[in-house]
């Protein structure tokens, strides 16, 4: 569990950087260089850490969204375009083809974003997303023009977390929504010496002999010990203007879905 003392302070000019402190002006630098590293082993790592379970939290993430015809996604932290690609897919399931359907995939780094563009040629994607290299503290966004706004496995990057849930809250429209789904540091105690092990030990290992990167694989495990308990984020997303709050938690803690509206 992260020592509060060592938490970011508000005005502070540095943040942390898995549990190494760094000027805030170097952390996106950073955490770019981390995503620039494993962007092409990115959508196997997934599979391989999480067991498959990646793709059970994402199905309840879109089960949640419920998306419909017509609404307009925004994918902040977009990265490969999982999220993306599975609203637009369970739309093509459960609705006529609807050229209204939109979605755009932000995030600033632009090999992820390379990895999106080549899998939506693939899966036949080639009009109704964006690519917008951007990081989540600065859309080039207009004010209330997404429906949904989604961040998965995204937050714990942001440098700015207050501006980032401030520019999410911006671009939504009256009555939209936000979710964030996120690895959560609230494991539940049964899970914790078993979860401690696999993240100290197992995941490491992996990062270095599958993806070729120890050390990005030492930063997610750090990263999800530093972001806020679940009440905490809640308390953030309402000081970014988001009502009506709630989140879930599931695999006994390892993640939740946050939600909230702009009213
Ligand atoms: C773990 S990946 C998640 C990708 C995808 N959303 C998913 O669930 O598979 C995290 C993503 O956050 C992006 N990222 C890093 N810093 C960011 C920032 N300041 N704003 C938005 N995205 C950021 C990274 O480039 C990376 O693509």
């Known amino acids: 569990m992260a020592n509060s003392s060592t938490k970011d302070v508000e005005g502070d000019d540095e943040t942390n950087f898995g549990f190494r402190r760094v000027p805030k002006s170097e952390h996106a630098g950073l955490v770019s260089s981390v995503f ?36 307009r ?73 997404a429906d949904v706004c989604t961040i998965s496995f995204g937050l714990r990057n942001v440098t700015d977390r207050a501006a980032g849930l401030a520019e999410m ?33 197992i995941l490491p290992w992996l990062g270095e002999h599958v993806a070729g990167d120890r050390e990005a694989y030492e930063y997610l495990v750090e990263s999800i010990r530093r972001f806020p308990e679940p009440d905490s984020l809640t308390a953030e997303m309402k000081a970014a203007g988001f009502s009506n709050t709630q989140h879930r938690m599931m695999s006994g803690g390892i993640v939740a879905i946050h939600s909230g509206w702009r009213l």
Request: charged share 25%.
């Open 36 to 71: 620039e590293s494993v962007a092409d082993r990115y959508d196997i790592m997934n599979d391989l850490m999480s067991g498959g379970l990646h793709r059970l939290w994402k199905q309840a993430l879109i089960d949640w969204i419920n998306p419909r015809p017509g609404m």
């Open 73 to 145: 996604l925004v994918d902040v932290a977009g990265g490969t375009g999982d999220v993306t690609f599975r609203f637009l897919e369970h739309l093509d399931n459960t609705s006529d083809d609807d050229p209204e359907n939109r979605a755009t995939i932000c995030d600033p780094n632009s090999a992820m974003l390379k990895v999106a563009q080549t899998k939506a040629l693939d899966k036949g994607y080639v009009r109704g997303i964006d690519f917008v290299e951007a990081p989540a503290e600065d859309l080039p966004l207009e004010n209330r023009s």
């Open 169 to 201: 809250h911006r671009i939504l429209d009256f009555g939209g929504h936000f979710f964030c789904l996120e690895f959560s540091p609230a494991v539940a105690p049964v899970l914790a010496p078993l979860y401690e092990t696999y993240s100290n030990r």
